[in-house]
């Protein structure tokens, strides 16, 4: 009877294992059983291991194989374990010496002529195994750029089985990870091509600087998919840690772009209205993937023509807005996916899209309230920010394009505004006033004078605004004082929260 183990790491969600992959040779008639919760795809691999091995001119045992997946009670997904299972299946049957592989974690998906494919989540896969204490991987080829990312850890790829038994029995050299990467394109919508539209631009301003969701309803051609794109383009570039999560999400989901930088830009989604709840929030077969929500993590969802959006798929937004992940449970296991993600709702103001009180609108008022009605007040209360856009006016239209504010002008207070709120929050663990929580914004030393929230607190007490909408507003008006350099916001500040909130005009 001969043994042997490989290191390998299995992904539940965007959160790595390490799985030690087991094999033993026994006698008794040829066959492979896999054992450890392995799904349909690792399943397979009996085959796909087995051509390869025979192709990359290695002996296959005749043996009765038992491969078996530790910890055996956690559920393993895809095809990442076939190269570490050929390694250890070769180890266990005297072709090669395994000793090179010791604390090791090998990665992979195998062709059946032996040539080794990339996988999706080397990025979180490479980071469980550094968490423990791994400091060595070897990757697939494609994958080795996306590896590298992970500080600590000597990685090195290979493109063929052949090439990693040269490496184990023969010492031969593995191919090294990219050393010049190019850097991505930057550049995008800019703020200034916006033609007027100043509560709009001011509405973003505070909600980039807060990290307040967004609903900007007007006519078509006001403005709301332009400001909406260009929301990114003011908010900060991710520090290591957002920068981590988010890239983690995309690799998970096969979206990484080729080079295998980290992300550092905030991710814009922009699902179109005929999107399903599992495209949204997150599904698929057996064990769910990320959708929009979550691959819009630190960044920003935006749901243009949102009262088009399908009823339960705009209600199921509404959980993941108050806790920022998604927690999904389906028939293949649970996995949780993060979804601090900033929603911009665009709308038009009745079905037949004219302004109301337009000449020209065909639409009754109660066929109006219909329409916009598909916006349940459950989730628009969730809605920080809430302005309507007028038409842009011919004068607006035809101004100079360099009279309006650039988004690296922008983003300059945002940044600053966005650093006096860390440093506020600090001690709480939070870093946008978006995240703080009521309860710490009504009482000392945070507590706001009564003088400056009696406006406020008649709205609440009359019922035109929710004890949601009361601590959203407050949270606003910290980010309106933090925009405008001070260490408090004031009854103006306030109000100004109030008008962006209730969509009010001046």
């Given at each position: ?20 992959v087991?094999v ?46 530790l ?37 992979g ?7 080794v ?14 968490r ?7 990757v ?41 990467i ?63 999560e ?15 930088r ?100 065909e ?8 329409y ?135």
């Amino acid at each position: 009877m001969s043994y042997a183990k490989v290191l390998c790491v299995g992904l539940v969600g965007v959160t790595g294992h390490l799985v030690e992959v087991e094999v033993d040779l026994a006698a008794g008639l040829p066959a492979v059983v896999i054992s450890g919760l392995p799904d349909t795809a690792l399943h397979e691999a009996r085959d796909r291991v087995r051509a390869a091995v025979v192709n990359s001119g290695q002996r296959w045992p005749n043996r009765r194989i038992t491969l078996n997946l530790l910890p055996a009670t956690l559920p393993k997904f895809g095809s990442a374990f076939d190269l570490a299972i050929a390694a250890a299946l070769l180890g266990g049957s005297g072709e090669l010496p395994l000793l090179p592989l010791e604390g090791v974690v090998v990665l992979g998906e195998l062709g059946l002529d032996g040539t080794v494919r990339p996988v999706r989540g080397v990025l979180p896969m490479v980071a469980a195994a550094a968490r423990e204490g791994v400091t060595r991987v070897i990757v697939p080829a494609a994958n080795a750029a996306e590896a590298a990312v992970i500080p600590g850890i000597r990685v090195r790829a290979v493109d063929t089985l052949h090439r990693l038994v040269a490496f184990v029995r023969d010492g031969s050299p593995l191919i090294e990870p990219p050393a010049d990467i190019p850097a991505p394109v930057t550049g995008g919508p800019d703020l200034a091509e916006v033609a007027g539209q100043h509560m709009g631009r001011r509405a973003l301003e505070v909600a980039a600087a807060g990290g307040h969701h967004v609903a900007l309803l007007g006519p078509p051609g006001a403005g709301k998919t332009m400001l909406a794109e260009r929301l990114p383009s003011i908010l900060p570039e991710l520090d290591d840690e957002a920068a981590l999560e988010v890239t983690a999400l995309h690799s998970v989901a096969g979206l990484l772009p080729p080079g295998g930088r980290l992300l550092r830009r905030p991710p814009f989604q922009a699902p179109h209205h005929t999107a399903t709840v599992p495209s949204l929030v997150g599904g698929g077969s057996g064990l769910a993937r990320p959708g929009a929500l979550s691959l819009a993590h630190r960044g920003v969802l935006f749901l243009d023509e949102a009262p088009e959006f399908s009823k339960g798929a705009l209600e199921a937004l509404r959980q993941p807005l108050e806790d920022g992940r998604v927690q999904l449970s389906r028939s293949g296991g649970g996995t949780v996916y993060p979804a601090r993600t900033q929603l911009v709702l665009a709308a038009n103001p009745c079905p037949c899209a004219k302004p109301a009180g337009d000449s020209h609108c065909e639409c009754t008022p109660l066929v109006r309230r219909r329409y916009l009605g598909r916006l349940s007040g459950p989730l628009l209360d969730r809605i920080d920010v809430q302005v309507r856009l007028m038409p842009v006016r011919a004068a607006e239209l035809m101004s100079s394009q360099g009279d309006a504010e650039s988004s690296a002008a922008v983003a300059a207070r945002v940044a600053a505004a966005r650093q006096a709120a860390a440093t506020r929050w600090a001690g709480l663990g939070h870093r946008l006033n978006a995240e703080v929580g009521g309860p710490h914004l009504r009482q000392p030393p945070w507590r706001l004078p009564g003088r400056d929230t009696a406006e406020l607190r008649g709205r609440l007490d009359s019922g035109s605004l929710s004890a949601r909408g009361f601590d959203r507003v407050i949270r606003m008006a910290w980010t309106i004082a933090d925009l405008d350099g001070r260490d408090r916001p004031d009854r103006e500040d306030v109000r100004e929260a109030i008008q962006l909130r209730t969509g009010e005009a001046t």
